[in-house]
């Protein structure tokens, strides 16, 4: 098989594909085809337009419109990430156990992470860390920035030797979880899919309850269009009601494959380009002595807004949920195997 995933970045969560696949089993990755529908929010109403057959692990829902029942019914499915896709697809509810990253239960080298239990880590949603400046606020508070960019291990042993996991990043929330760090979400709205959350939340038995993720500073709040500040260090929680997000909703129809739709696709190749450079410009704009002054204040209040997080209740699912889910994702992957004969 050929694992499918989201590849424009390294963000850990969608980059655990290029590695944990082949760790478990090297014959699984060899050859172009079936794909590997794997750890990410792979399952859109444009997945067909990726060729090949479909073998889904553990992935969910939520970018590109939402697929049809008779898209899924194409595809060999294994598990979901959670109980919205599963109902969305028209799948048994037993098919959605929970996301496919909690394999690394079957890797020792990751399974057997030394757990210190020092500190608050935070990690950012990807966009996040790449457009905002949460590495230098980190530094000037009692918080530990993981950059969702770094190597896989780095971030996962980050978090599993944190006491306190504040997680934009569903990964880092997913991986807080698994390795027992009690783990609070923060959101920036404009960046953060709730959908997403909602579905994996749901195959552990937990509610999706976020504080909305201030802005990190000047520059930050100008490309998300909104205002400076972080409530006085009050944290904010966010309403996210169930029934908002019902999977009930129709898919957009696809973008058939042809030129159009690859104009479209170099269109964004280049506005990636375009824009990265703008962003090292704006990142050299954000050592400038006007920058600093305006954003200082800003910093204090951000301080504040995390310490009050800090004393937020976690989340984290129950042990007994946590051994059910893995033993049922294992079994899973053990009938992959048998099916593809990879023993």
Same mark, same amino acid.
């Given at each position: 098989?050929?694992?499918?995933?989201?590849?424009?970045?390294?963000?850990?969560?969608?980059?655990?594909?290029?590695?944990?696949?082949?760790?478990?089993?090297?014959?699984?990755?060899?050859?172009?085809?079936?794909?590997?529908?794997?750890?990410?929010?792979?399952?859109?109403?444009?997945?067909?337009?990726?060729?090949?057959?479909?073998?889904?692990?553990?992935?969910?829902?939520?970018?590109?419109?939402?697929?049809?029942?008779?898209?899924?019914?194409?595809?060999?499915?294994?598990?979901?990430?959670?109980?919205?896709?599963?109902?969305?697809?028209?799948?048994?509810?037993?098919?959605?156990?929970?996301?496919?990253?909690?394999?690394?239960?079957?890797?020792?080298?990751?399974?057997?992470?030394?757990?210190?239990?020092?500190?608050?880590?935070?990690?950012?949603?990807?966009?996040?860390?790449?457009?905002?400046?949460?590495?230098?606020?980190?530094?000037?508070?009692?918080?530990?920035?993981?950059?969702?960019?770094?190597?896989?291990?780095?971030?996962?042993?980050?978090?599993?030797?944190?006491?306190?996991?504040?997680?934009?990043?569903?990964?880092?929330?997913?991986?807080?979880?698994?390795?027992?760090?009690?783990?609070?979400?923060?959101?920036?709205?404009?960046?953060?899919?709730?959908?997403?959350?909602?579905?994996?939340?749901?195959?552990?038995?937990?509610?999706?309850?976020?504080?909305?993720?201030?802005?990190?500073?000047?520059?930050?709040?100008?490309?998300?269009? %909104? =205002? /400076?500040? &972080?409530?006085? #260090?009050?944290? !904010?929680?966010?309403?996210?009601?169930?029934?908002?997000? @019902?999977?009930?909703?129709?898919?957009?129809?696809?973008?058939?494959?042809?030129?159009?739709?690859?104009?479209?696709?170099?269109?964004?190749?280049?506005?990636?380009?375009?824009?990265?450079?703008?962003? %090292? =410009? /704006?990142? &050299?704009?954000? #050592?400038?002595? !006007?920058?600093?002054?305006?954003?200082?204040?800003?910093? @204090?209040?951000?301080?504040?807004?995390?310490?009050?997080?800090?004393?937020?209740?976690?989340?984290?699912?129950?042990?007994?949920?946590?051994?059910?889910?893995?033993?049922?994702?294992?079994?899973?992957?053990?009938? /992959?195997?048998?099916?593809?004969?990879?023993?």
């Amino acid at each position: 098989m050929r694992p499918f995933y989201y590849s424009v970045t390294t963000n850990f969560g969608d980059h655990m594909n290029a590695w944990m696949w082949r760790d478990l089993c090297p014959a699984l990755v060899q050859g172009n085809s079936p794909r590997l529908v794997g750890v990410g929010s792979l399952l859109s109403h444009n997945l067909d337009d990726v060729p090949g057959d479909k073998v889904v692990f553990g992935t969910g829902t939520g970018y590109s419109g939402l697929p049809t029942p008779e898209q899924a019914a194409r595809w060999k499915i294994y598990c979901v990430r959670g109980p919205l896709t599963a109902r969305h697809l028209g799948l048994d509810p037993a098919v959605a156990i929970t996301d496919g990253a909690w394999l690394v239960d079957r890797l020792p080298e990751y399974a057997n992470l030394t757990r210190a239990r020092r500190g608050t880590v935070f990690v950012p949603h990807w966009t996040s860390s790449q457009y905002g400046n949460w590495a230098a606020q980190c530094a000037q508070m009692d918080v530990d920035f993981v950059d969702p960019f770094w190597d896989g291990k780095r971030v996962l042993s980050a978090i599993a030797n944190a006491d306190l996991a504040i997680v934009e990043s569903l990964h880092g929330a997913i991986m807080a979880d698994y390795y027992r760090t009690p783990w609070i979400a923060v959101s920036s709205p404009a960046r953060v899919l709730k959908f997403k959350w909602l579905d994996w939340c749901g195959s552990l038995d937990l509610s999706y309850r976020p504080f909305e993720l201030p802005a990190s500073d000047i520059f930050d709040a100008r490309l998300q269009g %909104r =205002a /400076m500040g &972080a409530n006085g #260090g009050v944290p !904010v929680p966010i309403d996210v009601a169930p029934d908002t997000f @019902d999977v009930a909703q129709s898919a957009p129809t696809r973008a058939k494959p042809g030129p159009l739709n690859a104009a479209r696709v170099q269109a964004k190749s280049v506005l990636r380009t375009t824009r990265a450079a703008g962003f %090292r =410009a /704006m990142a &050299a704009l954000r #050592g400038s002595g !006007v920058a600093r002054r305006a954003n200082r204040a800003n910093a @204090d209040e951000i301080a504040a807004y995390f310490e009050g997080l800090q004393r937020q209740t976690p989340m984290l699912s129950s042990d007994a949920v946590r051994a059910d889910r893995l033993a049922r994702l294992s079994d899973a992957f053990e009938r /992959m195997l048998d099916d593809y004969n990879l023993r």
